[in-house]
């Protein structure tokens, strides 16, 4: 099956945007997404049906972030793509790829994390229900994830802000909303987000674990403990 899936096509994206902020050569944007295709794709661009309209619409998509970057966002330097971190909370590994990191060259001299979205929510965040189990099926994961990555990072940098790339948001008028200080929601997100993993590592050591239900099992879809668990095996009916 050569058509590509819906997964795909995010790591299409992601992968233009690494080989573009990557390149040295002055290579052209067109050259790069055939290049970033034959990566995720592991075969030359032939497309048809919806590869058509999927990589058109990748090529697009990074073309509208470029634009962004240079005119919203310059003066920057682009320090990592793809970074994979490893931090570590009372022993419990922390682990994660951030789509990008910027310096920014202002009198600021803050550290961007990015991380590239292609969903169309953009609702206000709001820290306290990210944490609420009730509201499971709901929850801000896009915010939380992008949190997270800047709790990894703040041993490592001094001034850390998130941004999510919202290429639907970039697309229809070329604005995102203001990236979020990490430092004036530490205070607030820390705490909640150290008693998650508190509770994560105690429920690691309690045999039954792998025996119980997922509240809600979307949050399970990407868990390596999968094969392992109830939850797999009561979706799979």
Same mark, same amino acid.
Do not use: W
């Given at each position: ?78 320090? !990592?793509?793809?970074? %994979?971190?490893? /931090?570590?909370? @009372?022993?419990?590994? *922390?682990?994660?790829? #951030? $789509? ?18 292609t ?26 994830q ?11 940098h001094?001034?850390?802000? !998130?941004?999510?790339? %919202?290429?639907? /948001?970039?697309? @229809?008028?070329?604005t *995102?909303?203001?990236a #979020? $200080?990490y ?9 909640l987000?150290?008693?998650?993993l ?9 045999p039954?674990?792998?025996?119980q239900?997922?509240a ?22």
């Open positions: 099956d050569e058509t590509m899936q819906d997964g795909t096509f995010g790591s299409l994206l992601h992968r233009i945007m690494e080989l573009h902020y990557n390149d040295t050569k002055n290579t052209k944007l067109d050259d790069i997404c055939l290049q970033a295709y034959r990566d995720i794709c592991h075969h030359s661009y032939d497309a048809h049906g919806y590869d058509i309209i999927a990589f058109e619409s990748a090529k697009t998509m990074a073309r509208n972030i470029i634009r962004y970057d240079e005119t919203q966002r310059a003066p920057f330097t682009v320090a !990592a793509n793809e970074h %994979k971190f490893n /931090s570590t909370y @009372k022993g419990l590994t *922390l682990y994660g790829i #951030i $789509d990008r990191i910027d310096n920014d060259k202002s009198e600021t001299g803050s550290t961007l994390v990015i991380d590239y979205k969903s169309g929510s953009n609702e206000e965040y709001d820290i306290m229900r990210m944490f609420d189990s009730a509201e499971s099926k709901t929850i801000d994961l896009e915010t939380m992008i949190l997270f990555y800047c709790y990894a990072l703040k041993d490592k001094k001034h850390l802000k !998130a941004q999510l790339y %919202k290429v639907y /948001s970039i697309a @229809k008028d070329n *995102l909303k203001p #979020i $200080d430092s004036e929601i530490a205070s607030e997100f820390e705490p987000l150290e008693q998650t508190d509770r994560l590592i105690e429920s690691l050591h309690n039954s674990m792998f025996r239900h997922a809600n099992p979307d949050n399970c879809k990407y868990c390596p403990f999968g094969n392992l668990c109830a939850t797999k095996k009561v979706t799979e009916k």
